[in-house]
């Protein structure tokens, strides 16, 4: 993994004892940033590629980037879509990875034989593959040892529905096999979908039991496990910025084009009264839509809990 400067770690827990304070996550760590809207796949638990954003120029591409580089996120997944659709990826990866974030990349997989993984790999940290039956892709876990020879460290996503939960633990003992990570998140109910949402107290009691029998596997955090069983569990310290640029605030559920990456500080606008106004919009929300990033990443915001929430990505 390339090694971030120590002064934003330093700045990464400024941030959060700043979140502390005013009692609120003013300021995110973690972003996802769908880099397209374009995909291979028609996931039926997914709405993404359903939507018509427009996709930016590489320029513009990288004025985003930038400005995540200058603010609080210490995490960033390059997502879509599918982001290998793009034929600019390798100079946005290489730009990406100059800068002081940890640097994910999110594909369903279906384009990895097409594209060149081993160069791509060198601007990656962590590459992150969906596999599951809604992908329809379960013949790459027999592949997961040619995955790990493209360089960086691979965490297999495996979204689970209400159909699949009883399947879910030989998927994980064949990520436990290779020594390799897997994220394990439910099919939130997104608009313009069928609901494939799992019982979230069911989910939650599997899942435990799984890290406990294949340790140092599944880095889903046992915080989201407890908030989305919770009336009200996420919060604002993460972000999606849509191919635009676009940023719905607080979140993709309840939220409002409120920003675009391309156009001033996002530092500067979490400080504006619109941002704040938002953030107890979110707080009033009672659609517990378990949108895993949303319920996931709040345990970044408190500096007694961030060092555990990055230790699955800094250390095996």
Known sequence: ??????????????YAFQNRLAGETIYPFYASYKVTHKCNLRCSFCNVW???????????????????????????????????????????????????????????????????????????????????????NLEFLERLEEF??????ICIQIVVTKDTLDALEAKVKRVYDVGARTVVMPACHLDGTDDYYPDPAHFREEIIRLKKKYKNTITTPKGFLDNINKPH???????????????????RTVGKRRYNFTEGSFMG???????????????ACVRCCGWYQYFATDVFASPSTILSSLSPYLFK
């Open 269 to 283: 606008f979490l400080k504006t009264d619109e941002a704040k106004k938002a953030r107890q919009e979110m707080n």
């Open 1 to 14: 993994m390339n090694p971030l400067p120590k002064r934003k770690y330093l700045k990464t827990l400024q």
């Open 50 to 136: 359903m939507e018509d954003t427009p996709d930016l120029a590489k320029e513009d591409v990288f004025t985003v980037l930038d400005n995540i580089g200058n603010s609080s996120i210490v995490v960033l997944s390059l997502e879509g879509g599918d982001p290998l659709v793009r034929k600019d990826l390798g100079e946005i990866l290489e730009y990406a990875y100059q800068k002081p974030f940890i640097l994910f990349f999110t594909t369903n997989g279906h384009l990895l034989d097409k594209r060149p993984m081993e160069e791509y790999g060198k601007h990656i940290d962590f590459l992150h593959i969906s596999i599951d039956e809604g992908h329809g």
């Open 148 to 153: 790990q020879s493209y360089g960086p460290e």
């Open 233 to 251: 569990g996420c919060s604002t310290s993460s972000v999606i910025i849509d191919s635009d640029g676009g940023l719905f605030y607080p979140c």
